[in-house]
């Protein structure tokens, strides 16, 4: 399957765990649907190609809000260029539904961010020599 899906899934595990909720507990949450506790995990392993429809059944029975399913800043070990790539895509269509003033106010403070960590670590590296 797609990093994309394998993304998706890595987010709604780590939502279902933070919420101390099992797979089964989630699958019991999906109601008339019924999802299995199988499916629960095929679709968290990113083994699923999942529809908006079974999505959003999964958004309702975690209690979250759309946005948490995408925002994969608390994934871990995000370092393959592949998925590093898909979360630069998903940043890129966010800023696209932005006016050209706001895109550019972004960058202007992505690129001072960047400048500040960079000097701060010549700074660090000059200081441990």
Do not use: C, W
Not at 51 to 56: A, D, F, P, V
């Amino acid at each position: 399957m797609s990093d994309f899906l394998k993304l998706v899934g890595e987010q709604l595990r780590i939502i279902r765990v933070s919420k101390g909720l099992s797979q089964e507990e989630v699958a019991e949450r999906t109601g008339k649907l019924g999802f299995s506790k199988g499916r629960i995990s095929n679709i968290e392993h990113g083994q699923s190609n999942i529809t908006l429809s079974t999505l959003e059944t999964l958004i309702k029975a975690l209690d979250i809000a759309p946005e948490e399913v995408f925002n994969f800043q608390k994934l871990s070990g995000v370092t393959d260029i592949e998925e590093k790539n898909l979360v630069l895509d998903i940043h890129r269509s966010v800023l696209r539904e932005r006016n050209l003033d706001e895109v550019k106010y972004v960058v202007r403070i992505t690129k001072d961010f960047l400048d500040t960590i960079d000097s701060q670590s010549k700074k660090n590296s000059s200081n441990n020599q």
